[in-house]
């Protein structure tokens, strides 16, 4: 009877001590890292590759600004003959070459004739050649719209670029929660599957010291009524692990972005090492000031407006355009004249217009005015409340720290006194119940250590991305 208590008692004492991660599948299960898992996040994830094209919209914006000061041809032919009479033929071609300090640049051929063509619009019988320039000199010289806009689309491209990042920043965020309650579940089912080994080992005890007397038999229901409770947690927890695999397979896709599937053989990170360690708040707070998407597209939005607010005051002034030409003979057609070209010939004329009370003017200087104040006021509540957020995910974080901290503390004296009471209930000195109470203590302690833990991790992320920085760091940006 001794040798069989013996061997029960060393049975026991193994299984209280068994190691978690003996407990895991055989040797061809890998480990998924969460750096691993953000490498396959950036391959191919559908979301990414949307937020990425923003990139290229943003580029787009200012290639079509350019497109304001492209060269421009152009070219007018206008015939008219009425009974058998050439009233007019017309030709004019001609090129612009806008500028981006302001004068327009021109050159261009023009050949008229007929009976009935306008006495201004006469050319020489071979045509005229051309070369001007129009100069604004009040409203245009210093800024025109072709310049404002050319400004506000370089803003909106970095507009752009941070709602890219936002839109990285909360795919990531998502995708990282949904990660470390993959690593949640997995502990939980290791614990649930540990618990239930336990469960096994102690009925198949108790029965044996039945057999020999030492026990009565109702001490094995109770034994029994544990093990089934444990294999029905057991249940919920295969569960639960099964259902955070689909959800994280939801973010696995691959470079053409064709989905995958999260494989058999997968398991998560064993510890909380890769998530590094947290900067100090005022880092973050620093950090979240000038780099944080949301202010940093008010702030470019703002800077928009301020364009668009100095070409309302460039509205205010007068329209006037200096326009002159040089002239000459084409000497393509009249070889006589090509000697005179462009000598003491020339071609001049001012342009002028002014609204007389500018309501128009001073109406949309007014509304550019009110929404850049609007702007700032929300820049301001904005600013506050996204360091406000992060300091309180900050102080959020720290305390999850040290319950981190007595929660491993406590699990440890769980299992100590758990070991306590195993020796004492071989030794015939305490009951089924108390052990039980002692395991289901221990057990329920590893359980909520792996919600802080769960807690911690998701915590971590959500501190990073409040301060407008990505979770994965540099793998994805």
């Not at 640049?105 to 008229?112: D, H, I, L, P, T």
């Not at 009925?203 to 094995?220: H, M, P, T, W």
């Not at 001073?362 to 360091?387: D, G, M, P, V, Y």
Request: no cysteine; charged share 25%; glycine share 4%.
């Amino acid at each position: 009877m001794k040798r069989i208590l013996s061997r029960v008692s060393i049975i026991v004492a193994f299984f209280a001590f068994y190691p978690e991660d003996k407990l895991k599948a055989g040797n061809d299960m890998t480990i998924f890292g969460i750096k691993d898992f953000y490498r396959q996040l950036a391959v191919g994830h559908p979301i990414v590759k949307q937020a990425n094209l923003l990139s290229e919209m943003g580029k787009q914006e200012i290639r079509l600004a350019r497109g304001f000061f492209d060269p421009k041809m152009a070219a007018s032919h206008e015939f008219k003959d009425f009974k058998k009479q050439n009233y007019f033929n017309t030709w004019n071609a001609e090129m612009k070459i806008p500028t981006v300090f302001g004068p327009d640049f021109k050159v261009g051929f023009e050949q008229n004739s007929g009976t009935y063509l306008n006495p201004k619009e006469s050319t020489p019988s071979s045509g005229l050649l051309y070369a001007g320039i129009i100069l604004p000199v009040a409203q245009g010289l210093l800024f025109d719209e072709r310049r404002a806009v050319l400004q506000q689309a370089q803003y909106m491209n970095r507009m752009l670029e941070a709602e890219r990042i936002k839109a990285i920043n909360k795919i990531v965020l998502q995708a990282t929660k949904d990660y470390w309650q993959w690593y949640a579940a997995h502990k939980q089912l290791q614990i649930a599957r540990k618990g239930v080994d336990l469960a096994k080992i102690r009925y198949e005890a108790v029965k044996a010291r039945i057999l020999q007397g030492d026990l009565a038999a109702i001490d094995s229901v109770e034994a029994k009524i544990t093990l089934q409770e444990r294999e029905v947690a057991f249940n919920n927890s295969s569960v639960f692990w099964n259902n955070t695999r689909l959800i994280l397979s939801n973010h696995l896709w691959d470079e053409d972005s064709q989905p995958l599937e999260l494989p058999d053989n997968a398991l998560p990170t064993n510890n909380l090492h890769e998530l590094g360690e947290s900067d100090q708040l005022e880092t973050l707070l620093q950090y979240a000031r000038e780099n944080h998407p949301e202010l940093l597209k008010l702030d470019f939005k703002i800077k928009q407006l301020e364009v668009g607010r100095r070409l309302a005051i460039e509205m205010l002034k007068p329209v006037i355009n200096l326009n002159y030409n040089f002239l000459g003979q084409s000497p393509f057609f009249d070889e006589a004249n090509s000697g005179a070209f462009f000598r003491n010939n020339y071609k001049y004329g001012i342009d002028f217009s002014f609204p007389l009370f500018l309501r128009k003017e001073r109406a949309k200087l007014a509304q550019t005015n009110i929404k850049i104040k609007q702007s700032r006021f929300e820049l301001s509540q904005l600013n506050r409340e996204i360091l406000n957020d992060i300091s309180a995910v900050y102080n959020d974080l720290q305390n999850l720290r040290t319950q981190l901290r007595l929660q491993e503390q406590m699990v440890n004296n769980y299992q100590v006194l758990l070991n306590g009471e195993q020796i004492k209930f071989l030794n015939g000195e305490s009951s089924l119940f108390l052990v039980n109470s002692r395991e289901a203590k221990l057990l329920e302690g590893e359980q909520k250590l792996v919600d802080f833990q769960f807690k911690y991790a998701k915590s971590f992320a959500e501190l990073l991305w409040a301060a407008g920085r990505n979770p994965a760091g540099d793998i994805m940006e």
